[in-house]
């Protein structure tokens, strides 16, 4: 669902949005709203990293599959340049930004959601090019929302 909020976006941007499933994951359980919240992020962040990294193939790709219980994953992976290393450690630390107009509270928040659901957000730079992020979110119920 939320792929399809940013569908115009990425195509405005000449991006391409690929998604692959997982053929059967178990559910997370959360706040729809807020876990549809980091994903936004997360897509809207690739699309324009994407977009402005100079790649010949403007992609972003996403998909989901199990991993090591309980989790089940989402990632996130454009074809932009990649975060440079020196400031892989600081992204998720409010107001630190990559991006000339950015605020720096985007993946901030994102990893405080994830992390109240009891969950993880991973990034890491693919030797191949851009950046990979990694949402893992539990499938048994097991979290504080904070509510």
């Given amino acids: 669902d939320t792929i399809r909020l940013v569908a115009n976006e990425a195509l ?3 991006v ?13 359980r959360g706040d729809t709203v807020q876990i549809q919240q980091v994903i936004l992020n997360l897509l809207t962040n690739a699309i324009s990293a994407a977009a402005n990294g100079g790649a010949p193939t403007r992609k972003v790709t996403v998909w989901t599959a199990v991993t090591t219980a309980p989790y089940v994953e989402l ?3 454009d074809s932009g340049k990649g975060i440079p290393e020196a400031d892989l450690g600081r992204v998720f630390e409010p107001f630190f930004s990559t991006k000339v107009d950015g605020l720096g509270i985007g993946l901030a928040i994102s990893h405080t959601i994830v992390e109240a659901h009891g969950g993880r957000l991973l990034v890491e730079n693919d030797p191949a090019g851009g950046a990979i992020f990694r949402v893992h979110l539990r499938t048994d119920g097991n979290h504080d929302s904070g509510a």
């Fill in 75 to 77: 990632g996130v992976h």
């Fill in 12 to 14: 405005l941007h000449g």
């Fill in 16 to 28: 391409t949005i690929q998604f692959f499933p997982a053929p059967a994951s178990p559910v997370a």
